[in-house]
């Protein structure tokens, strides 16, 4: 007899994050390509299903819904979640059919992922209706879960301080990965022309968002006198002059710094291998990707 683990992979057919969107697909491979004797993968995922370039090879089954990302979201936040049956089901994001079931005599089992805690730390920077769903599924975790998967014992100290005991208790550390094949690329200056970026900067990750830290960031390397470029990676779309003027607040010219939004692998790769330093500002509890 084989037993099937089924993973939510949603975010590989209507992304919602390209960390999201990784994590998703680098887990997935990960767990066919390690799978024992007698164990196979398969996924759940949204209409139409999965493109063809989903960059997953070797699951077992597709258990395709009839409702888009959207439709699928709002309804399973709601406890609504037909055409899943029963099984073994991993979500690497918080996005799950919880529903009310018996783990014991059912041999149904559901874990979900949380990659940070921006609901509870910082939910005026949270739009109103992405707080309301993130704290919709917060509640159907706590109700229903069976495991809850953080990437670091340092988030799940901050998780037991702000959660409810009931989803603490919940709570499995497993640590977290860079992008499957995330190396320097071959091309890596011709990726920098690409993107318009110098070959020798210091790198700062985030947007204006208060808790994105960006503006100590700046004063930080004003003070240590950099008179080369800055490139800020990971900001919002639309955020980029309200990051160019917080730079410019803190004494960096704006024509030295560069804005860019999130980027694929094998970009980011290419900037991380050119720049002098990284800094991660963040006051939140995050994974810090890579």
Excluded: Y
């Excluded at 089954?61 to 073994?88: C, D, K, N």
């Excluded at 159907?140 to 301080?161: F, N």
């Excluded at 900067?201 to 960006?214: E, L, Q």
């Amino acid at each position: 007899m084989t037993v099937t683990l089924r993973v939510v992979l949603d975010q590989l057919v209507a992304p919602t994050s390209r960390d999201l969107e990784e994590a998703s697909a680098s887990l997935t491979q990960a767990l066919i390509d390690t799978a024992p004797r007698g164990c196979d993968v398969g996924a759940i995922v949204p209409a139409p299903g999965l493109p063809d370039d989903a960059g997953v090879a070797g699951l077992s089954s597709e258990t395709r819904l009839s409702m888009r990302r959207r439709e699928l979201a709002a309804s399973w936040q709601l406890g609504v979640a037909p055409g899943i049956g029963r099984g073994l089901i991993h979500s690497p994001t918080s996005l799950a059919p919880l529903v009310r079931h018996d783990r014991v005599n059912e041999t149904h089992q559901i874990v979900v992922t949380l990659w940070d805690l921006r609901a509870w730390e910082t939910p005026e920077e949270l739009p109103k209706t992405e707080l309301l769903a993130a704290r919709a599924l917060l509640s159907r975790i706590g109700k229903h879960a069976d495991a809850v998967v953080v990437p670091s014992h340092a988030m799940a100290e901050r998780l037991a301080e702000v959660a409810k005991a009931k989803l603490v208790a919940k709570v499995r550390v497993i640590g977290g990965a860079p992008a499957a094949g995330f190396r320097v690329p071959s091309d890596a200056v011709g990726r920098l022309r690409a993107l318009d970026l110098p070959s020798w900067f210091i790198t700062v990750v985030g947007g204006s968002a208060a808790s994105d830290g960006v503006s100590a960031a700046f004063a930080g390397v004003a003070a240590a006198g950099w008179d080369g470029d800055v490139v800020v990676l990971d900001v919002p779309e639309g955020d980029e002059p309200a990051v160019v003027e917080l730079a410019s607040a803190a004494g960096i010219p704006e024509a030295r710094v560069h804005a860019r939004g999130s980027l694929d692998r094998w970009d980011r790769a290419a900037v991380l291998s050119h720049a002098v330093a990284l800094l991660a500002p963040s006051t939140r509890t995050d994974w810090p990707w890579r």
